[in-house]
């Protein structure tokens, strides 16, 4: 199926998935009534990954952050869900996202995956499935700062192929890769 075709739009995106150890999930555009799943999912992360995923400490997201976050254009701010249905409700266990800056070819990705489905594959699915938005949105390049700490992230970019572009004496990573290279992986 080509790009295009999944994408009709990206506001409805939704694919089923497989984890590496073989468990099926579910890709998913972000909605603005997923308030309460971003915010349960950012409660259930740990301060440890809260503090790689934001470089910093944050102790909540305020309803501003929630709104920002779940009310998306889909163009220059997509924002995808790795979830599970458990006993008949939906939980977040993975959110990527990519934003544009200035130049809108070029985006931002940044990844929170709940502690215990990280090393499963999450952010790998959650990076392939922006770069497929990313190309119908003419995006050519994801870059992403990570801290040097940050070892799976890091390895999770190493994997996709993600160059270092530069370290920062903050102990920051810059990293970038071209969307049209990854389609050749």
């Keep these: 199926m080509a790009d295009r075709d999944i994408l009709g739009d990206a506001r409805d995106y939704c694919v089923d998935a497989m984890t590496l150890d073989g468990a099926p999930i ?3 555009a972000i909605r603005p009534d997923d308030q309460d799943r971003l915010h349960e999912h950012f409660t259930g992360l740990s301060e440890k990954s809260v503090y790689f995923r934001f470089m910093g400490i944050k102790r909540d997201l305020s309803p501003q952050d929630l709104r920002r976050l779940t009310e ?3 163009k220059n701010h997509v924002g995808l869900a790795a ?3 458990q006993n008949g ?3 977040f266990i993975g959110v990527g996202r990519y934003i544009c800056g200035a130049d809108p070819r070029r985006a931002e990705v ?7 489905f990280q090393g499963h594959g999450i952010g790998t699915l959650l990076l392939e499935h922006l770069r497929l938005i990313a190309d119908a949105n003419a ?3 994801f870059e992403a700062d990570v801290l040097g700490e940050n070892r799976p992230m890091l390895e999770v970019f190493a994997h996709s192929g993600f160059e270092t572009d530069r370290s920062f004496d903050s102990g920051v990573v810059h990293l970038h890769r071209s969307t049209n290279e990854m389609l050749k992986k």
Excluded: N, P, Q, Y
Aim: proline share 0%; aromatic share 10%; glycine share 0%.
């Design 26 to 28: 579910r890709i998913r």
């Design 72 to 74: 998306l254009d889909f």
């Design 83 to 85: 979830t599970l249905t």
């Design 89 to 91: 409700r939906e939980r």
């Design 110 to 116: 940044a990844f929170a995956v709940l502690d215990e």
């Design 139 to 141: 995006v050519t390049e």
